[in-house]
């Protein structure tokens, strides 16, 4: 399904063309996309001023380092090292801007970073081994051809499976705190690395995990309202739900907004790669929840939990509006219902739209080279609150790309 808007650019000059003010406050007038009009214009001039974004940003980066955030109060770049689950991010962004724009400099950053980061493809500590090296190593190898990047891929593939027992039929999230067997719907997020996995090697076994998980996260992370619960704790020895809390959420029992976005592009991929129609269903379901909660602003920027308050002063958080966008983008070509696909590629326009314009959308050279601003990464931690977030980034410009490739001519 093409879209060939007609471009009104007087409108976008006037309010989605201009950047934003680089201010940390989020009291400012909602962006109107009552009425979305993404041309490949609109598309063209966000790669070029993200391209520049983030030649500044990475000019802030230490070599052995990754970008995380930036502080805006303390005017302070926050760099990672390679094992924290972000630091794919950095570079994935860079080959999207590569791949969309043809400069050649983004992809030789990119190609920087994988050279620190390869050693993570024998970390069998985390579960975020698709975050880390399928968004980094993943873009590049389907870019590039470059076969090293499938070596690196397999063996980080082969690590991640370490953390699936059959006992629990589930790939264990942290081996830190006092939990026994958590699992986080973050984690729906890494399936797609080994689908991949699967698919290169012809080994079935990465498949198999990926639907066990899916089905055993489907059965006890989701309520009656397709909501889902951050972490549910396993009995390591029989399975069982020992508990359902939240890490990162309002509450235990509250919707927190990033989670519900990892569960809906979870389960669109898993739908993707099996064609299972429990999958689709699933995905559908998790986003009428999003879509049509009455707590979801009118900007399609959610605040940072669906159950914090409705008002001027409740974080929102961009990095779950940033992944929206592309998961329902990509759900939209699979739903059968004609109504309900042009609901998602309407609620995504409408976000790309928000995310694009100044109340978002930093200025050139600020936000720490960050493309987006007000994301939260862990309100109850008050840690990464109202700042820019390096994932915000890569699906703001995922985002823009499947837009780009699927409905415009």
Known sequence: M???????????????????CGQSTQKTEEPDASSPDITEAFIQENIAFSVKQYEHLSTLVPEDKLPR?????????????????????YPGTLLYLYEMS??????????????????????????????????????????????????????????????????TGLIKSWDHGSWKYPVIIDNM???????????????DKYRNINISHADSTLKNHFRDDFSS???????????QVVDKKTHQGKADDSAWSRGQSWGLYGYTVMYRDTKDPAYLAQAENIAAFILDHPNMPADM?????????????????????????????ELSKYTADKTKAEKYVSAAEKTLISLSSDKYRAKLGE???????????????????DVPLTYADYYYIEALKRYQEWFLD
């Open 102 to 167: 043809g400069d050649s400099s983004m992809l030789q950053l990119a190609e920087q970073k994988l050279e620190i980061l390869e050693k993570e493809k024998d970390n069998k500590g985390t579960h975020d081994l698709g975050f880390m090296l399928f968004c980094s190593f993943g873009n590049a190898y389907r870019i590039t051809g470059n076969e090293h990047y499938k070596e690196v891929m397999l063996q980080g593939a082969e690590s991640l499976a370490t953390r699936f027992h059959p006992e």
């Open 229 to 239: 619960y951050h972490v549910v704790d396993y009995d390591p020895a029989t399975g």
């Open 189 to 203: 997020m890494n399936l797609e690395f080994l689908f991949w996995a699967s698919d290169v090697s012809g080994d």
């Open 301 to 329: 920027v959610p605040y940072w939990d669906y159950d914090a308050p409705a008002t001027d002063t409740t974080y929102r958080d961009a990095s779950a509006a940033a992944l929206n966008a592309s998961a329902l983008l």
């Open 69 to 89: 955030t930036f502080i805006q109060e303390e005017a302070k770049s926050v760099s990672s090292g390679t094992s924290w689950w972000t630091s794919g991010f």
């Open 367 to 385: 936000n720490g080279g960050f493309i987006l601003m007000h994301s939260v990464g862990s309100l109850p931690h008050n840690s990464e609150v």
């Open 2 to 20: 093409k879209r060939n808007h007609k471009f009104i650019y007087a409108l976008l000059a006037a309010g989605l063309l201009v950047t934003g």
